[in-house]
């Protein structure tokens, strides 16, 4: 089946924005792919001085048994004091518990450095700002972690092992109900985050990497194997660049890399096999995703490779701040275990909006459905709420869905005041799938659609 151009108008009418989401979206006269090439454009990498600082020499041993944390945060100590520069893992098996960044530091890990992260879950202590699902908390500290620095990176052709630690918190996903439901309410109750205090006895989840408020982050070259949550996980964060990396975990909510409420973000060249999303973009949940209000922005994908996951590039389902101005080119979708390569996901309990998404030239070898749009998801939530969030603006060229094992495009409203508006699709071809190539269901107007 080959779409020559479709627009399907799931909306009687034209869609409102709000004007916040108008204001940030284009500047005045730009629009489409010419903002994409103006955000690759103002990306840039983090520099750092030449300088090495060998964490053997500060008391780590690449034997597998040594603990080695302290040698870690002794040699990025130095670094930062003396101006930044570069962290050097050699070769070797290091066993560490939390890697705290700093600014101008760039943690790099030669080939055949692996850290292995300890299965200790007290190592992770003491508690530290962060993120849970969109939602703000003091909770275990993420594997690596960094907060309001700058000019920070990981690079090599290293490893940072956390399957052993992973196998450990894990089941934690089906112990965590109650923690959740608390910290949801509390956030609904305007509990300070200070005063969100989780970690030790609870079983909220941390995730891998996470930045946090930083500026001039840089991933590059390395591979994270295992994860306990969200693996790749930038917060607050503006001019990020994830560039080669190797993602593969399993488990529940493992996805691979879910910029949040972030600006500028360059994703290029990377492969993933994940137990969730490969890529999600997100912007806070609900009431507190609301209240804190940050969207998501100016995101280009390019060049990256989708094996095992629920979506291949995924747009929420934590939509609470917005998320606009999301351009995916030249990738490459290509297991029958993915879900579903191009999706869309929110409900009227997230709020928020996802609006000006572009895709072009992708190629999906094989997945379940190739187009898939909701605004009633309820996997991580409850469905309904008083926050409809609009879904409008997806625009998707040029693209081969191979390989469908259940139903090229599915789109899906919610009722009369949550309708999804103006996706078009052209230039598209479409292999056969057991069912009809095209459903729009609840709410749709078959007149809109060209």
Request: aromatic share 10%; charged share 20%.
């Amino acid at each position: 089946m080959v779409i020559g151009s479709l627009l399907i108008g799931v909306i009687c009418g034209t869609a409102v924005h709000p004007s916040s989401c108008l204001a940030s979206s284009y500047p005045e006269g730009k629009s489409g792919w010419n903002l994409a090439k103006e955000i690759v454009q103002r990306i840039k990498e983090p520099r750092f001085p030449n300088r090495n600082f060998n964490v053997c020499q500060f008391g780590a041993v690449g034997d597998g048994k040594t603990d080695c944390t302290r040698g870690f945060a002794e040699a990025i100590m130095e670094c930062y004091r003396a101006g930044g520069g570069r962290v050097v893992v050699p070769p070797g098996t290091y066993v560490c518990g939390p890697i705290h960044l700093r600014s101008g530091v760039n943690l790099h890990l030669e080939r055949s450095a692996i850290i292995v992260f300890t299965t200790n879950v007290a190592a992770y202590l003491p508690v530290v700002f962060s993120r849970f699902e969109g939602v703000e908390v003091m909770n275990y500290s993420p594997l690596v972690y960094a907060r309001g620095q700058s000019n920070i990176a990981l690079t090599g052709k290293g490893i940072l092992d956390a399957r052993d630690f992973a196998k450990v918190v894990h089941p934690w996903a089906r112990e965590a109900r109650v923690d959740i439901e608390r910290l949801a309410q509390m956030a609904a109750d305007g509990v300070p985050v200070e005063q969100r205090v989780f970690g030790q006895g609870h079983k909220l989840r941390q995730n891998f990497f996470q930045p946090m408020n930083c500026i001039n982050v840089l991933v590059e070259g390395v591979t994270f194997l295992g994860s306990p949550m969200w693996t790749l996980n930038p917060i607050y964060c503006t001019n990020v660049i994830i560039r080669g990396v190797t993602v593969i975990t399993e488990g529940p909510n493992t996805d691979g890399c879910n910029p949040d409420s972030c600006y500028d973000i360059l994703i290029e060249d990377c492969w993933f096999s994940n137990g969730d999303d490969c890529i999600a973009i997100k912007s806070g949940r609900d009431h507190d995703g609301r209240r804190v209000n940050v969207p998501s922005q100016n995101v280009v994908i390019r060049r990256c490779r989708f094996a095992n996951g629920h979506g291949g590039v995924a747009l929420g389902s934590e939509t609470a701040g917005g998320i606009a101005n999301v351009f995916v080119e030249d990738c490459y979708f290509e297991s029958p275990d993915l879900r579903m390569a191009l999706r869309w996901k929110t409900n009227p309990a997230r709020g928020g909006y996802i609006t000006n998404v572009y895709f072009r030239n992708c190629h999906v070898k094989c997945a379940r459905f190739g187009i898939h749009m909701t605004m009633r998801y309820a996997a991580s939530g409850a469905k309904e709420g008083d926050h409809m969030p609009i879904v409008s603006d997806a625009y998707i060229e040029n693209c081969r869905f191979e390989t469908l094992l259940e139903r090229p495009v599915f789109i899906e409203g919610h009722s009369e005041r949550g309708k999804i508006s103006r996706v078009v699709i052209r230039d598209c071809k479409f292999g056969v799938a057991p069912k009809p190539g095209l459903i729009t269901k609840c709410y749709c107007c078959p007149n809109n659609w060209v």
